[in-house]
């Protein structure tokens, strides 16, 4: 879950779709 390192802001990008990005 690298994506908590960020935070909230992340998060809300990978809800948008970015997790296709992030994985």
């Known amino acids: ?3 908590q390192v960020r935070g909230i802001p ?3 990008l990978i809800k948008g779709g970015q ?3 992030q994985k």
């Open 1 to 3: 879950m690298r994506y």
């Open 19 to 21: 997790v296709v990005e």
């Open 10 to 12: 992340m998060f809300l």
